[in-house]
């Protein structure tokens, strides 16, 4: 008779220190992503990383007239991570990796964001 308090009891302990399920705790919003825009904090974030590839995006370089396309995945410490990406040349994807390499970016609002960045330059 007493087993079955005591089993409850460790099966309540274990599910309180599964780092999956607490990890799955921490964070009260969704990831960021396309489909989130119309979550307040999802969209403001969008718009500074947005934000922050203006400012790092140079004005002019010498590659001539292209465009370049990243796909990319922000950590919970803000930390980009490449996952696909695309361009007109190999320069262009190039210059796009260097300004992507180059930012450091705030934590996202939730366990992780999912982005897309098209350059154009000229």
């Not at 079955?4 to 992503?33: D, E, F, M």
């Not at 590659?63 to 919970?76: C, I």
Request: glycine share 6%.
């Amino acid at each position: 008779m007493r087993l079955l308090p005591l089993t409850i009891a460790i099966v309540a302990l274990l599910v309180g220190l599964n780092p999956a399920h607490a990890k799955s705790r921490a964070y009260s919003a969704p990831p960021c992503w396309a489909g989130t825009s119309d979550i307040p904090a999802c969209a403001a974030y969008m718009a500074y990383v947005h934000q922050t590839f203006l400012e790092q995006t140079p004005p002019a370089t010498r590659l001539g007239y292209g465009d370049a396309g990243v796909d990319f995945k922000v950590s919970p410490s803000g930390r980009v991570t490449v996952m696909r990406y695309y361009g007109s040349t190999f320069a262009h994807v190039q210059m796009a990796l260097w300004i992507l390499k180059s930012i450091r970016l705030r934590p996202p609002p939730g366990p992780y964001a999912l982005a897309r960045q098209q350059f154009v330059f000229h």
